[in-house]
C-alpha cells in the first residue's frame, strides 16, 4: 500500500496568515494527488485535485503544488472559514490511501 | 443538486454484519462514476473499503475484502455497504462519497453516518 505522511497534524494560526501543509508519498504516484476540506459535522469537500487543479467553486487562495513524491497545499491568506481539518489521499494505485490530517486552528 | 445520504443502524453488536445504505439525490447511479465508502475510526485517519461502479463492477481495499461487500441497487439509485464480523475496532464514522474513475478525486461526499460496535 502507499503511505501518506501529512504534515503538520496540528498548526495554529492567524487570520491572514498563509499556511502549508504538506503530504509525502511512500513512492511514486505521479500526480494523483486530491486535497480535501473537512469541518465537524460536515461532509469533506474536494479543494484540489491532481495535485494542482483547483475544484471548481474553490477559492483561490487554495493552491497545490507537487515535487516528485511531495504536495503541498497553501492557504495563502487564512480566513475565518478557512479553520479545519485537512487532508490529502492518494488515487494513482488501490487501495486509495489518505493522510493523516492536519488540523488548522485559530491562534 | 448531487447529494449523498449516509444511513445505518448506529449500534451493532460484535460478531454480527453490519450494513450501511447511501441514497444518491440528484444523479442516476447508473451513469458514469464510481461509488465508494470511507471510514474514519475515533481519533484515527481515513480508510477505503471500495468503490463500486453503475453496472457492478468493484475495486475493493484488500485489507478489509475478506469482510466486505459493496452493491448497488439503480432502482433505488442506491448503494450499500456490508461488513461482517464487526469488532469495536469497526467502530467509526462511515461515509459514502462519488468518484468519475478509481484514479479520481471524491468529488462529492455525505455527511457520514456513526455506527459504534458494542455488546
Known amino acids: 500500500d502507499i503511505q501518506m505522511t501529512q504534515s503538520p497534524s496540528s498548526l495554529s494560526a492567524s487570520g491572514g496568515d498563509r499556511v502549508t501543509i504538506t503530504c509525502r508519498a511512500s513512492q511514486t504516484i505521479r500526480n494523483y494527488l486530491n486535497w480535501y476540506q473537512h469541518k465537524p459535522g460536515k461532509a469533506p469537500k474536494l479543494l484540489i485535485y491532481?495535485?494542482?487543479s483547483l475544484q471548481s467553486g474553490v477559492p483561490s487562495r487554495f493552491s497545490g503544488s507537487a515535487s516528485g513524491t511531495d504536495f503541498t497545499l497553501t492557504i495563502s491568506s487564512l480566513q475565518p472559514e478557512d479553520f479545519a481539518t485537512y487532508f490529502c489521499?492518494?488515487?494513482?494505485?488501490?487501495?486509495?490511501?489518505f493522510g493523516g490530517g492536519t488540523k488548522v486552528e485559530i491562534k | 443538486q448531487v447529494q449523498l445520504q449516509e444511513s445505518g443502524p448506529g449500534l451493532v453488536k460484535p460478531s454480527e454484519t453490519l450494513s450501511l445504505t447511501c441514497v444518491v439525490s440528484g444523479y442516476s447511479i447508473s451513469s458514469d462514476y464510481y461509488w465508494g465508502w470511507i471510514r474514519q475510526p475515533p481519533g484515527k485517519g481515513l480508510e477505503w473499503f471500495g468503490s463500486?461502479?453503475?453496472?457492478?463492477?468493484?475495486y475493493y481495499n484488500p485489507s478489509l475484502k475478506s469482510r466486505v461487500t459493496i452493491s448497488v441497487d439503480t432502482s433505488k439509485n442506491q448503494f450499500s455497504l456490508k461488513l461482517a464480523s464487526v469488532t469495536a475496532a469497526d467502530t467509526a464514522l462511515y461515509y459514502c462519497a462519488r468518484q468519475y474513475t478509481i484514479k479520481d478525486a471524491f468529488d462529492m461526499w455525505g455527511q457520514g453516518t456513526m455506527v459504534a460496535v458494542s455488546s
Open positions: 489521499q492518494q488515487s494513482y494505485s488501490a487501495p486509495l490511501t
Open positions: 463500486i461502479y453503475g453496472s457492478g463492477s468493484t
Open positions: 491532481a495535485a494542482s
